[in-house]
C-alpha cells in the first residue's frame, strides 16, 4: 500500500562522534500527517528528557546526544513516526549506526579499532 508517506533528509549511514562531543540525528517525514515522533536505540524505544544528556529537540525530529560515550551511545539508532494514513500505523527509518571514534567494535571473531 503506497501511503505517499516516507523520511527524507535521514542522517546517514554510519557516524563516528568524536568521545565527550555533542551528537544530533535528524528524522524529517514527507507527510504532514504525522503524529508522534520517537526514537529507538537497538531496537528499543529511547527515553529522552528535556536537560539530560539525551535528549529530543523540534517535536522530535532531532535527537541530540551530549557527552557522547561509547559505553552507552555506540548502537543503531531509528526514527519511528506515527502516520495517520497508515491507519496508526508507524514508519521506521533505516538505521544509523553510531560508532564512538577510536573504540574497539566487535564483528564475529574479528576485533577492529576505529
Known amino acids: 500500500m503506497?501511503?505517499?508517506a516516507s523520511f527524507v533528509d535521514e542522517s546517514p549511514e554510519?557516524?563516528?562522534?568524536?568521545?565527550g562531543s555533542e551528537l544530533v540525528l535528524n528524522c524529517s517525514v514527507s507527510t504532514s500527517a504525522v503524529g508522534n515522533v520517537t526514537w529507538r536505540k537497538d531496537g528499543r524505544r529511547l527515553a529522552a528528557a528535556g536537560g539530560r544528556r539525551v535528549r529530543l529537540r523540534d517535536a522530535g525530529?532531532?535527537?541530540v546526544i551530549r557527552r557522547v560515550q561509547a559505553r552507552t551511545?555506540?548502537?543503531?539508532?531509528?526514527?519511528?513516526?506515527?502516520?495517520?494514513?497508515?491507519g496508526g500505523g508507524v514508519?521506521?527509518?533505516s538505521p544509523t549506526t553510531v560508532r564512538v571514534a577510536g573504540t574497539c567494535v566487535t564483528y564475529a571473531a574479528a576485533v577492529i579499532f576505529r
Open 2 to 4: 503506497d501511503t505517499g
Open 14 to 19: 554510519v557516524v563516528t562522534p568524536e568521545r
Open 61 to 63: 525530529a532531532s535527537l
Open 73 to 86: 551511545d555506540n548502537g543503531r539508532y531509528q526514527c519511528a513516526a506515527a502516520v495517520a494514513r497508515l
Open 91 to 93: 514508519l521506521l527509518s
